[in-house]
């Protein structure tokens, strides 16, 4: 197993304390075999910012796969850490108004579909 690195910030936890008693580590990694290394050459780990945590999320981003199969659409998964933004209730809030103005008979399918966009965005 090998460790992928990373990028962004060096750290992925902190004590939530100031100067000089703040301690920081990078406690949280990924790790990767050769096997699914060779398969995903251009894979990455960046440690993502939040301010409601003492610990950073990990985002990893593994490129395309260099095996030849053709590329799926992906499904949609609803991250649950969004709610944790003002601004992306507004982004499905107003997504949803913006469908049911329109057109109030509109099905339910169509107005999630209209919130999925707004939030991919």
Same mark, same amino acid.
């Given at each position: 197993m090998f460790? @992928?690195?990373y990028s962004e910030f060096k750290f992925t936890w902190c004590n939530n304390? &100031?100067? =000089? $008693?703040? &301690? #920081?580590?990078? *406690?949280?990694r990924c790790l990767a075999s050769k096997d !699914? *290394?060779?398969r995903f050459p251009r894979a990455s780990l960046v440690h993502l910012s939040i301010n409601t945590s003492d610990h950073l999320p990990l985002f990893i981003s593994w490129g395309e796969q260099t095996t030849g199969h053709a590329k799926q659409k992906s499904r949609f998964h609803f991250e649950a850490g969004w709610c *944790?933004?003002?601004? $992306? +209730?507004?982004v499905v809030r $107003?997504? !949803?108004? +913006?469908? #049911?103005? *329109?057109? =109030?008979? @509109?099905?339910?399918f169509e107005s999630i579909s209209n919130c999925i966009l707004e939030l991919l965005k």
């Open positions: 460790d @992928m690195g304390f &100031t100067s =000089p $008693n703040s &301690t #920081r580590a990078r *406690l949280d !699914w *290394l060779d *944790l933004y003002v601004s $992306n +209730k507004e $107003n997504a !949803w108004e +913006k469908i #049911r103005e *329109l057109d =109030p008979g @509109m099905n339910i």
